[in-house]
Antibody, heavy 123, light 108 residues
Framework: EVQLVQSGAEVKKPGESLKISCKGS????????ITWVRQVPGKGLEWMGV????????RYSPSFQGHLSMSVDKSTNTAYLQWSSLKASDTAMYYC????????????????WGQGTMVTVSS | EIVLTQSPGTLSLSPGERATLSCRASQSVSRNYLGWYQQKPGQAPRLLIYAASTRATGIPDRFSGSGSGTDFTLTINRLESEDSAVYYC?????????FGQGTRVEIK
């Protein structure tokens, strides 16, 4: 079964660092881009950026560039989202997702999603 | 950046009726690379449609997508209570990928 399993909920203080994870299984992890999506409670979906595990090529949304970083560890089929200094406004659910491949063609919509990691930043 | 504007904000319909959801792009979406998702409370989004009109695996044929260029539509025929959710469009014709703000469908 193809799946993405994310790390558990986190409660942090402003200014603290954090790294959350997304572990893929059931497919060739190196050949599918991993996307991160933010959802502030009660709000919509926001595309944050994407990373290709094969070579760590990364594209960030301008809205998020500079405030966080994405990385992968191919040896463990795990993608990471990291902050060096959290803000209260980072409080949200974070999803990782994998794009759809059909008949050898890639569509960059997301048919495989992790269960989400809730990050709460509060003093 | 392509901005996607969804309308209406909320639809309130009865079982058996048809829902028509709109997604308008600020510029033409390359190759009509637009998808639709359904999200229920406490769940991750579920892909319904990709490439504007192709249903994803396992999606009932009550769901259909149409449109091109800057105007796209998701139609849900014969509404059922389980269709109560928020629906999002997403374009993947350019970077950054972007989502619409969502349309809430309520079943009376």
């Amino acid at each position: 079964e193809v799946q993405l399993v994310q790390s558990g909920a986190e409660v942090k203080k402003p200014g603290e660092s954090l790294k959350i994870s997304c572990k893929g299984s059931g497919y060739d992890f190196s050949t599918y881009w991993i996307t991160w999506v933010r959802q502030v409670p009660g709000k919509g979906l926001e595309w944050m950026g994407v990373i290709f595990p094969g070579d760590s090529d990364t594209r960030y949304s301008p809205s998020f560039q500079g405030h966080l970083s994405m990385s992968v560890d191919k040896s463990t089929n795990t993608a990471y989202l990291q902050w060096s200094s959290l803000k209260a406004s980072d409080t949200a659910m974070y999803y990782c997702a994998r794009h759809l491949a059909v008949a050898g063609y890639n569509h960059y919509v997301f048919n495989i999603w992790g269960q989400g990691t809730m990050v709460t930043v509060s003093s | 950046e392509i901005v996607l504007t969804q309308s209406p904000g909320t639809l309130s319909l009865s079982p058996g009726e048809r829902a028509t959801l709109s997604c308008r792009a600020s510029q033409s979406v390359s190759r009509n690379y637009l998808g639709w998702y359904q999200q229920k409370p406490g769940q991750a989004p579920r892909l319904l449609i990709y490439a504007a009109s192709t249903r994803a695996t396992g999606i009932p044929d009550r769901f259909s997508g149409s449109g091109s260029g800057t105007d796209f539509t998701l139609t849900i025929n014969r509404l059922e209570s389980e269709d109560s959710a928020v629906y999002y469009c997403q374009q993947y014709g350019g970077f950054p990928r972007t989502f619409g703000q969502g349309t809430r469908v309520e079943i009376k």
